[in-house]
């Protein structure tokens, strides 16, 4: 089981930036996908899930309004569409599978999530 985020790197505050989540060695569409960010100094928070056939998402209320989930079963991908960006959402960007969201308050519980990937980098600042 393989998960590879990519698609980060610097962009000015309000710019937009599309993360890509590529798996392998497992059926994507048995599996919920959440997308977590870590910031230097700071604990591993959940941003974004959706379910396995894309009929949920769930957001955090941070990015609520300004990111948003989608994925693609046939290319074995999930996108995070980040929009409005604030230099707080400078982080490392992870996504992770599990069978189902398991959220609190629509952030995704790393806990509960087997398998994880590499992250990428965000940086938003001017």
């Known amino acids: 089981v393989q998960l590879q985020a990519s698609g980060g790197g610097l962009v000015q505050p309000g710019g937009s930036l599309r993360l890509s989540c590529t798996t392998s060695g497992f059926t994507l569409d048995h599996y919920a996908i959440g997308w977590f960010h870590q910031a230097p100094g700071k604990e591993r928070e959940g941003v974004s899930c959706?379910?396995?056939?894309?009929?949920?998402?769930y957001y955090a209320d941070s990015v609520k309004g300004r990111f948003a989930i989608s994925r693609d079963n046939g290319k074995n991908t999930v996108y995070l569409q980040m929009n409005s960006l604030k230099p707080e959402d400078t982080a490392v960007y992870y996504c992770?599978?599990?069978?189902?969201?398991?959220?609190?308050?629509?952030?995704?519980?790393?806990?509960?999530?087997?398998?994880w990937g590499q992250g990428t980098q965000v940086t938003v600042s001017s």
């Open positions: 959706i379910s396995d056939n894309a009929g949920t998402t």
């Open positions: 992770a599978a599990n069978y189902v969201c398991i959220e609190v308050g629509g952030s995704p519980v790393g806990l509960h999530f087997d398998y």
